[in-house]
Every structure is written in C-alpha cells, then in structure tokens.
C-alpha cells in the first residue's frame, strides 16, 4: 500500500482525531465495524462512524495510540486484541476542524462489544461485500457558500446511512482494496 497522505481540505486550526477501521472475518466474509453516534455528542451528533476520536496529548503516544484508546473507550476493543496493519490517507473536516488519521486494524474473529452508552447508540457491524454493491453506494456534488464544489459519499445500508468523513474514509479504503494495493 501506498505512504498515506494528508487530503484535503486542510483547515487552519484543526484538531488531530484518529478513527479505527476495525476488521475481521466471519462465515468466509469480511466484516468491519461502525458505531452510531448519540444525539447528544458535541459532534457528528447522530452520525454512523468508525470508532475513534480526539488525539490526547496527555494520554496518547501517537495518532495510533489514539485509535486503539477510543475503540476501547466506545465499544470494548482491547488494544492488544487488535493487529494495526494500515495507515489510510488522512482528511481533514470543515465543519468540526477535525484532521482524522484512519488505522485498519484486524481483528481475530467476530468482535464482542461493549459498546459505551454515553458515545455509542449503535454498532453496525457490516460486510464489505455488502458496502461494495453498487446499490449502495451513490456520489452527490455539493456547494458551498463561496461556490465551492465537492463530491460527498454515501453508503445506504439497510436502516442508516453512511456519510460525510466516515463514507471518504470508507471511499478511499474500499479504492484500496479493489485496485489490489
């Protein structure tokens, strides 16, 4: 694979953010992990997400230690439980001034999860076959105020919708893995 590499939009001021892309394997398929967001977060409040969160200077040695803590924070991933096999390009986020470095993890087997009822709603856990139908997937072009345009991803599960830094995160790891890399 690739050296990952920042990707727009890179916005002054922002905060450094890891998420886990956690994997594993079940009846011959590829799952991974997402979590939903309660309504009451400071942030992507409602949102599906991959678990993750704010780098903690005080707590975390690096963005990958940031990944691990949070996963195990929101929904009972222990870290030496997870194997860190990939560093995704990184994103930045304009409306929460969020710069997220994005960790695949492998997982042994089907997760047990405990998901923390004060940052998860709901865990989804979701094949990559299912993510990689083309039923699923659509791409809108967006405006801002100052006329700028930009693609925004969509997944449509069955009963949520993936989108905004998730649905990139997700973009460019599915583009990983079709193109072989």
Excluded: Q
Excluded at 139 to 168: I, K, P
């Amino acid at each position: 694979m690739p050296a990952a590499v920042e990707r727009g939009p890179n916005v002054e001021g922002s905060r450094a953010a890891a998420v886990l892309v956690p994997l594993y394997e079940v009846a011959d398929e590829t799952g991974l992990v997402l979590i939903k967001r309660p309504e009451t977060m400071s942030s992507h409040r409602g949102e599906i997400a991959f678990p993750g969160g704010k780098f903690d200077p005080g707590v975390d040695a690096d963005l990958r230690a940031t990944a691990l803590r949070e996963a195990h924070e929101e929904v009972g991933l222990a870290p030496d439980d997870v194997e860190i096999v990939a560093r995704l390009d990184g994103i930045g986020t304009v409306a929460t001034r969020f710069t997220i470095t994005p960790f695949v993890g492998l997982l042994e087997g089907p997760p047990v999860l405990t998901p923390s009822p004060t940052e998860v709603v709901r865990t989804l856990e979701v094949r990559l076959s299912e993510l990689l139908d083309p039923a699923v997937y659509r791409e809108e072009c967006w405006s801002t105020e100052a006329a700028v345009d930009f693609d925004v991803h969509f997944y449509d599960l069955e009963d949520e919708t993936v989108w905004g830094a998730t649905a990139r995160i997700l973009t460019g790891f599915l583009a990983h893995l079709v193109a072989g890399r």
